[in-house]
């Protein structure tokens, strides 16, 4: 599924990526998109993009290790990482969700401003190119 229906049928930027990504190579897990979750928003601080979290997230499920031995499985997805979030960055200049959207999501008068100006179409913008710049990263392998 596009990472849009996910996020315009309510699930936040970062469960939007990681279920729209798992979609892709065929992987389901009770886990997915629960773990995404805490995410959305920048983990709600305005931190890193919630939609760059998610597709950070799939790396893990490809390349994560689950025994601190795998070392070579732990550097194939720091490499994903650094060059998805170069690919971000020359896109959008940062990851940081709020430097981004223009706004302080934790205060209520940056969510006023986020519904007021309709904010969330900058966040599809920002799904839509996490999903892309790691779909294309991880078919490349």
Do not use: W
């Not at 798992?22 to 995410?39: N, Q, R, W």
């Not at 971000?88 to 401003?113: A, D, S, Y």
């Amino acid at each position: 599924m596009d990472p849009l229906e996910y996020f315009n049928n309510g699930f936040n930027c970062a469960e939007s990526v990681l279920l729209a990504l798992s979609d892709c190579l065929g992987l389901t897990s009770d886990c997915i998109p629960k773990v995404a979750t805490g995410f959305g928003g920048g983990m709600k601080t305005g931190s890193v993009c919630g939609a760059v979290s998610g597709a950070l997230m799939a790396f893990g499920l490809i390349h994560g290790r689950t025994h601190v031995r795998e070392v070579e499985k732990r550097n194939t997805a720091y490499q994903l990482v650094q060059e998805f979030v170069t690919q971000f960055e020359k896109e959008h200049t940062t990851i940081v969700c709020q430097t981004l959207l223009g706004v302080n999501v934790q205060t209520e008068e940056g969510r006023k401003k986020y519904r007021e100006e309709n904010l969330h179409l900058k966040c599809q913008v920002y799904v839509t190119t996490a999903f892309q710049i790691a779909r294309t990263l991880l078919a490349a392998e």
